[in-house]
């Protein structure tokens, strides 16, 4: 048969809240350690979706201003191509002259509700 153990030592209510500080001193730093990773990681996230979001806002940004410029220089050369002084269109007149002629030509509407067009060349 089997022999009884020996008693083993007693275990008195003062050494039970000993050992359970000692077990309180040994988890309290993994647990620090634990929840400290958990935060960085939820910082890290968080930055990252911060920094992603302040680099879209700055490429529309740029997008935005390189397409308002493109359209000013196109809008430029258009201008200046119709009202250059030098050339002269179908009539004999400059585009400012053409320009004006446009302005104050009256415009008719046929049955169909078509617009009359005014013929301009550039």
């Given at each position: 048969?089997?022999?009884?153990?020996?008693?083993?030592?007693?275990?008195?209510?003062?050494?039970?809240?000993?050992l359970?500080?000692?077990?309180?001193l040994?988890l309290?730093?993994?647990?620090?350690?634990?929840?400290g990773?958990?935060?960085?990681?939820?910082?890290?996230a968080?930055?990252?979706?911060?920094?992603?979001v302040?680099?879209?806002t700055?490429?529309?940004?740029?997008?935005?201003?390189?397409?308002?410029?493109?359209?000013?220089?196109?809008?430029?050369?258009?201008?200046?191509?119709?009202?250059?002084?030098?050339?002269?269109?179908?009539?004999?007149?400059?585009?400012?002259?053409?320009?004006?002629?446009?302005?104050?030509q009256?415009?008719?509407?046929?049955?169909?509700?078509?617009?009359?067009?005014?013929?301009?060349?550039?």
């Open positions: 048969m089997s022999t009884p153990l020996p008693p083993g030592p007693a275990r008195t209510p003062q050494s039970q809240s000993l359970l500080e000692w077990t309180k040994a309290l730093p993994i647990l620090i350690a634990v929840i990773y958990f935060f960085t990681s939820w910082q890290k968080r930055d990252d979706t911060e920094n992603n302040r680099l879209y700055q490429l529309v940004s740029q997008r935005e201003q390189s397409d308002s410029q493109l359209r000013t220089e196109m809008f430029k050369a258009v201008i200046e191509k119709f009202l250059s002084g030098g050339k002269t269109g179908e009539r004999g007149e400059t585009g400012a002259a053409r320009l004006e002629r446009a302005q104050k009256p415009r008719s509407h046929g049955p169909q509700g078509n617009h009359d067009c005014v013929g301009i060349e550039l």
